[in-house]
């Protein structure tokens, strides 16, 4: 069983900066491909990006590419979520999710472990 947590989200203004972090602990949290989600109100659920177990592989939501990066650090079983340009639509609870394989994939479904969500506000 993998616990995750996740940190680091806040306010921000348009423009700017931030970065996620995600804890993964009670696992392997070597051998998990990792992602980010994120969520705003009557909304669904959706992929931001994700990372291989090697951190070779990331992919990107159309809407991040370019402004957001993904990354790892295995000796801390810690992924990162660095996100820069943010606008107002960036606004959302952002997920932290892994599952049991090396691979990325887009689709949650695919995810079977979760963290709580950090909250990330842009103001214009």
């Known amino acids: 069983q993998v616990q995750l947590v996740a940190f680091g989200g806040g306010l921000v203004q348009a423009g700017g900066s931030l970065r996620l972090s995600c804890v993964a602990s009670?696992?392997?949290?070597?051998?998990?491909?990792m992602a980010w989600f994120r969520q705003s109100p009557e909304k669904e659920r959706e992929f931001v990006a994700a990372i291989s177990r090697s951190g070779e592989t990331t992919i990107f939501g159309d809407s991040v590419t370019g402004r957001f990066t993904i990354s790892r650090d295995n000796g801390k079983n810690t992924v990162y979520l660095q996100m820069s340009s943010l606008n107002p639509k960036d606004t959302a609870v952002y997920y932290c999710?892994?599952?049991?394989?090396?691979?990325?994939?887009?689709?949650?479904?695919?995810?079977?472990?979760w963290g709580r969500g950090t909250q990330v506000t842009v103001s214009s």
């Open positions: 009670g696992g392997s949290g070597t051998g998990i491909a």
């Open positions: 999710a892994a599952r049991p394989h090396w691979n990325v994939r887009r689709n949650k479904d695919e995810y079977i472990y």
